[in-house]
Nanobody, 119 residues
Framework: QVQLVESGGGLVQPGGSLRLSCAAS????????MGWYRQAPGQQRELVAD???????NFADSVKGRFTISRDNAKSTVYLQMNSLNPEDTAVYYC?????????????WGKGTLVTVSS
């Protein structure tokens, strides 16, 4: 069974930094795009950033210049480095990856990790 497990969330003061990690586990052939989404209370889930297997990145306008995304294909892991955090970044952050198994190729989601930016 394929799983995505996030880590690295927590409470941080405005202006601070956090690094999220998401590792894929289970039996699969390959992972295409990996990314991070977030959902704030009362709002829809939105894309934060994603990265192709080859390293091409894409960011939401609201995080450009503050967040970076990277991945380690050998470890099946994607990272989100978040700098200059502000209260508007408070949300549950979800990892997403398009993974090919024996029978399917489909997107998988992690359970989410809470990021709270507050003084």
């Amino acid at each position: 069974q394929v799983q995505l497990v996030e880590s690295g969330g927590g409470l941080v003061q405005p202006g601070g930094s956090l690094r999220l990690s998401c590792a894929a586990s289970g039996i699969f052939f390959s992972i295409d795009a990996m990314g991070w989404y977030r959902q704030a209370p009362g709002q829809q889930r939105e894309l934060v950033a994603d990265i192709t297997r080859g390293g091409i990145t894409n960011f939401a306008d609201s995080v450009k210049g503050r967040f970076t995304i990277s991945r380690d294909n050998a470890k099946s892991t994607v990272y989100l480095q978040m700098n200059s955090l502000n209260p508007e970044d408070t949300a549950v952050y979800y990892c997403n990856a398009r993974i090919a198994t024996l029978s399917t190729k489909m997107p998988y989601w992690g359970k989410g990790t809470l990021v709270t930016v507050s003084s």
